[in-house]
């Protein structure tokens, strides 16, 4: 299956291509500022900083820029992959990071489901999901950036 995905066509094109995978790479790191910028804005609301700011209207400001860097990650990650399935799919750091988005995404469909309104005063169950968020993308991002050197 790794051999079929790295002789595809589109992993010939994103690796004989000289510009296709560092424009890619690039591009997986602005949607994680995107997510982390976006969901860690959040995520720190809820955990006491920025108390003058209404949670729901930061939640509805940041989701936007959090799908929109999400979805740019799956695909420039699904592009560099691709690339590079074989080396990648023996590494424990990209499983790690593949659990640790597991990890994230199950937190915030938890999230969701619980406090689908965002009261001004945070209960201390959003609190504690909001930390497990912060602490999830930010194992995301460290370990996505330790791939490139393990």
């Known amino acids: 299956?790794?051999?079929?995905?790295?002789?595809?066509?589109?992993?010939?094109?994103?690796?004989?291509?000289?510009?296709?995978?560092?424009?890619?790479?690039?591009?997986?790191?602005?949607?994680?500022?995107?997510?982390?910028?976006?969901?860690?804005?959040l995520d720190l609301r809820l955990l006491g900083y920025g108390k003058g700011i209404a949670p729901a209207a930061l939640s509805r400001a940041v989701t936007p820029l959090f799908l929109i860097g999400f979805g740019l990650m799956v695909v420039t990650g699904a592009l560099m992959f691709v690339a590079d399935a074989e080396a990648l799919s023996g590494s424990g750091l990209f499983w790690s990071k593949m659990v640790l988005i597991g990890i994230a995404g199950l937190n915030a469909l938890t999230f969701r489901?619980?406090?689908?309104?965002?009261?001004?005063?945070?209960?201390?169950?959003?609190k504690g999901l909001a930390t497990v968020s912060l602490i999830t993308w930010i194992g995301v991002v460290v370990t996505g950036r330790l791939i490139a050197y393990f």
Not at 8 to 21: C, D, I, T
Request: hydrophobic share 55%; aromatic share 6%; net charge negative.
């Open 1 to 41: 299956m790794i051999t079929a995905i790295e002789g595809s066509v589109l992993a010939r094109w994103v690796g004989s291509e000289a510009l296709v995978y560092p424009i890619a790479n690039t591009a997986h790191v602005i949607g994680a500022i995107l997510v982390v910028g976006g969901i860690g804005l």
């Open 113 to 126: 489901s619980l406090f689908a309104q965002l009261p001004d005063q945070i209960p201390d169950t959003a």
